[in-house]
């Protein structure tokens, strides 16, 4: 029996078309629907009025915006990492519109919806496991992809250089941040192998210093997803990462990674022993993962499936109010955007 697709317009960062970190979504989502992708840069709000099925990936439009699409169901997929980019009253906002239903990959963000009465799905994002085994050796090989929020000497101190071949020092970096200097002492003390990599052959050429590493320095604070994360931890890597959403989603003990903690001086060195010993513990761990994930596919397959209850007055002082602070916030934000835009070359050339 064939039956008509729904058109769905997909609105997500212009920094996506590079990286293809959101295409996952857009696999799945195309079984039931016709995808119409819109980047964040480059449409109007009059393209997508006339969608009955709506996401939003990371991006998220002003209030006067939703309630031109009040009578669309919208998915919001909100990164973590990105939060500060909104306006903080924003998840009271979503309240006043029962047509919006959040897919979160983080925990924190759960609790910002539940806090708020929001709908929302819950998944933990997983790679089908891959068994990686490396050769026996007495030291380890440890892979850094710096992007630039984490530097080399946020976490050094919790390495034992004396039980390190080499240190893999990727270099791609995110937009607005710069690159580190270091000098020949530096490079032979720390046993640094700089590589730069570029976003067309930055996946192979990751995936492959991957696969020789025994432990991954996961490259930011705080993460929307974590791709370079999931794909070590489904390699059986042992993982170094800050204890924020969403690491602290996925290292949920210390045979599986470490959690470092921000600001503190109590820290220890990592256990070369919990490294090399665990690494089948880490497989059956990911497997867990990865089943969990296969369940959670199939209800994003439907997420569309809920009804648009009556929508909450938008002419109360409460609602109008809340939209009086967002104009403001959303009139701050483009400016500061527009400046950094202006004098950072990199990023025009994104």
Same mark, same amino acid.
């Given at each position: 029996?064939?039956?008509?697709?729904?058109?769905?317009?997909?609105?997500?960062?212009?920094?996506?078309?590079?990286?293809?970190?959101?295409?996952?979504?857009?696999?799945?989502?195309?079984?039931?629907?016709?995808?119409?992708?819109?980047?964040?840069?480059?449409?109007?709000?009059?393209?997508?009025?006339?969608?009955?099925?709506?996401?939003?990936?990371?991006?998220?439009?002003?209030? #006067?915006?939703?309630?031109?699409?009040?009578?669309?169901?919208?998915?919001?997929?909100?990164?973590?990492?990105?939060?500060?980019?909104?306006?903080?009253?924003?998840?009271?906002?979503?309240?006043?519109?029962?047509?919006?239903?959040?897919?979160?990959?983080?925990?924190?963000?759960?609790?910002?919806?539940?806090?708020?009465?929001?709908?929302?799905?819950?998944?933990?994002?997983?790679?089908?496991?891959?068994? !990686?085994?490396?050769?026996?050796? $007495?030291?380890? $090989?440890?892979?850094?992809?710096?992007?630039?929020?984490?530097?080399?000497?946020?976490?050094?101190?919790?390495?034992?250089?004396?039980?390190?071949?080499?240190?893999?020092?990727?270099?791609?970096?995110?937009?607005?941040?710069?690159?580190? !200097?270091?000098?020949?002492?530096?490079?032979?003390? @720390?046993?640094?192998?700089?590589?730069?990599?570029?976003?067309?052959? #930055?996946?192979?050429?990751?995936?492959?210093?991957?696969?020789?590493?025994?432990?991954?320095?996961?490259?930011? *604070?705080?993460?929307?997803?974590?791709?370079?994360?999931?794909?070590?931890? /489904?390699?059986?890597?042992?993982?170094?990462?800050?204890?924020? #959403?969403?690491?602290?989603?996925?290292?949920?003990?210390?045979?599986?990674?470490?959690?470092?903690?921000?600001? *503190?001086?109590?820290?220890?060195?990592?256990?070369?022993?919990?490294?090399?010993?665990?690494?089948? !513990?880490?497989?059956?761990? #990911?497997?867990?993962? @990865?089943?969990?994930?296969?369940?959670?596919?199939?209800?994003?397959? /439907?997420?569309?499936?809920?009804?648009?209850?009556?929508?909450? /007055?938008?002419? /109360?002082?409460?609602?109008?109010?809340?939209?009086?602070?967002?104009?403001?916030?959303?009139?701050?934000?483009?400016? $500061?955007?527009?400046?950094?835009?202006?004098?950072?070359?990199?990023?025009?050339?994104?």
């Amino acid at each position: 029996m064939s039956y008509s697709k729904n058109n769905l317009a997909y609105i997500d960062h212009i920094f996506h078309k590079k990286t293809k970190s959101s295409h996952f979504l857009r696999n799945i989502l195309k079984k039931n629907f016709n995808l119409q992708n819109f980047w964040s840069t480059k449409f109007k709000n009059e393209q997508i009025q006339n969608y009955s099925h709506i996401l939003f990936f990371q991006v998220f439009p002003p209030v #006067s915006t939703l309630i031109s699409l009040r009578n669309s169901k919208i998915i919001w997929v909100p990164m973590y990492d990105s939060l500060s980019n909104f306006d903080p009253n924003i998840w009271k906002i979503c309240s006043f519109f029962p047509n919006i239903k959040i897919l979160s990959f983080s925990k924190k963000i759960n609790k910002l919806c539940a806090q708020n009465g929001l709908n929302y799905l819950y998944c933990r994002y997983f790679l089908k496991p891959q068994i !990686n085994k490396m050769p026996k050796a $007495k030291k380890i $090989k440890i892979l850094f992809w710096y992007r630039g929020n984490i530097k080399l000497y946020d976490w050094i101190k919790y390495i034992n250089l004396k039980e390190v071949e080499c240190i893999n020092y990727y270099t791609l970096i995110d937009p607005f941040y710069k690159k580190e !200097n270091f000098n020949k002492d530096d490079i032979k003390k @720390y046993k640094l192998n700089i590589i730069k990599g570029n976003y067309n052959s #930055s996946k192979k050429k990751f995936l492959q210093l991957l696969k020789n590493s025994d432990v991954f320095v996961s490259p930011r *604070t705080k993460e929307g997803i974590g791709m370079s994360l999931i794909e070590a931890l /489904s390699r059986s890597k042992y993982v170094l990462a800050y204890d924020n #959403s969403t690491m602290s989603d996925y290292i949920i003990n210390d045979e599986i990674g470490y959690l470092i903690k921000k600001k *503190t001086n109590r820290y220890r060195k990592l256990n070369i022993n919990k490294i090399k010993k665990f690494s089948k !513990n880490r497989f059956q761990i #990911s497997q867990l993962f @990865y089943k969990e994930w296969l369940i959670k596919k199939k209800y994003i397959e /439907s997420i569309y499936n809920f009804e648009i209850k009556n929508i909450k /007055s938008l002419y /109360s002082i409460n609602f109008l109010m809340l939209f009086l602070y967002n104009t403001i916030f959303e009139t701050k934000y483009k400016a $500061k955007l527009a400046i950094r835009k202006l004098i950072n070359i990199k990023y025009k050339k994104l």
